[in-house]
């Protein structure tokens, strides 16, 4: 991995990604930080470790919604929930961010795709947010899923998931600077710190 940027490992389909896709690009111009962005299937991980984190837990998962709703608030962001979850075209959502981030699109798409989901309730992976996401970004819907659903891509995606799982990332987002892991959207300011000072600062 290069040492020039802070990687942001990230899946669409994890609540708490919202805030940091909604607003990292904000962050890296205002810190003068770059972020590689880094889509993987953190649902694979997941399941291999037994990590079923609000699936039949109806009181973790009310928390949850309330924890992101205040957080957005925070940050200024739209948000309203309980929204689709989890979602049913998970790997879909995921591979049209690699095919965006291979054809210069991807950031936008991610952002556009979130919106959607969490302050629209439209499921990324899923019409109607996947054609509107798209046709905002000038793509062509058609073209953008069978890219998606080519070799090439699945490849891409899934030797991004096997250096995830190498690097020990269980969850998004995860921002790695060098071989430190900072996990949670509240860890960002953790890996700015690593990145700038190589420790913690208050």
């Known amino acids: ?3 020039d940027a802070i990687h942001f490992w990230f899946s669409t389909g994890s609540t708490y990604t919202y805030l940091s896709v909604s607003r990292i690009e904000h962050v ?15 649902r694979a991980i997941m399941r291999e470790q037994n990590n079923i984190p609000f699936a039949g837990k109806p009181v973790k998962s009310a928390y949850m919604w309330r924890d992101l709703e205040r957080r957005a608030a925070m940050y200024h962001l739209p948000i309203k929930v309980p929204a689709p979850y989890p979602l049913k075209e998970f790997d879909l959502a995921n591979r049209l961010v690699v095919l965006g981030l291979a054809e210069g699109w991807g950031k936008a798409y991610a952002m556009a795709s979130y919106r959607r989901w969490l302050a629209d309730g439209q499921e990324p992976g899923c019409e109607p947010n996947l054609s509107a996401s798209l046709r905002e970004l000038g793509q062509d819907p058609a073209r953008c899923v069978e890219r998606a659903n080519g070799d090439d891509v699945v490849e891409l995606y899934e030797a991004a998931t096997d250096e995830a799982r190498e690097l020990g990332i269980f969850g998004s987002p995860t921002f790695a600077v060098g071989r430190e892991l900072f996990w949670g959207d509240d860890r960002l300011d953790d890996a700015l710190s690593w990145f700038r000072h190589g420790r913690l600062v208050s």
């Open 1 to 3: 991995m290069a040492d």
């Open 28 to 42: 890296a111009s205002t810190e003068g930080v770059r972020f590689d962005w880094r889509p993987f299937s953190v």
